[in-house]
């Protein structure tokens, strides 16, 4: 009897880079989907801007703020609690110098390890 040899039967080169292909485009199309489900499913998030914390001393100002001032300081003047207001908005938008657009990454970090007790005067 006579021996023979398997014989190697191998994709043709065309056929194996063509299924690489369509594998990586359906695992691309899956990992797509899920991200599309992914972010649809997710709760929107809110978040706090300049303008909110303006609003938040606007809000609380004539309630809270104001009686305070006035009760520390009862010979202050119109113009003076103008100015205090003014203050009471650069208190607020301090913390945020170093996260606007093109902010500078200094005074973040600056805000940060500086206690507030170095802008009062």
């Known amino acids: 009897m006579r021996e023979t040899k398997p014989i190697a039967v191998s994709a043709p080169l065309g056929y194996v880079t063509q299924h690489r292909t369509v594998?990586?485009?359906?695992?691309?199309?899956?990992?797509?989907?899920?991200?599309?489900?992914?972010?649809?499913?997710?709760?929107?998030?809110?978040?706090?801007?300049?303008?909110?914390?303006?609003?938040?001393?606007d809000s609380t100002w004539?309630?809270?703020?104001?009686?305070?001032?006035?009760?520390?300081?009862?010979?202050?003047?119109?113009?003076?609690?103008t100015q205090a207001h003014a203050f009471a908005y650069g208190g607020c938008i301090i913390q945020d110098l170093g996260y606007y657009p093109f902010g500078?990454?200094?005074?973040?970090?600056?805000?940060?390890?500086?206690?507030k007790r170095c802008f009062c005067s």
């Open 104 to 115: 500078k990454q200094t005074l973040q970090r600056f805000d940060t390890l500086c206690p």
């Open 23 to 57: 594998a990586r485009l359906r695992k691309l199309w899956h990992s797509a989907a899920f991200w599309l489900v992914l972010a649809f499913l997710v709760p929107a998030a809110s978040s706090y801007s300049v303008l909110t914390h303006e609003a938040i001393i």
């Open 62 to 81: 004539d309630s809270a703020i104001r009686p305070l001032l006035l009760q520390r300081f009862p010979a202050a003047t119109a113009d003076e609690l």
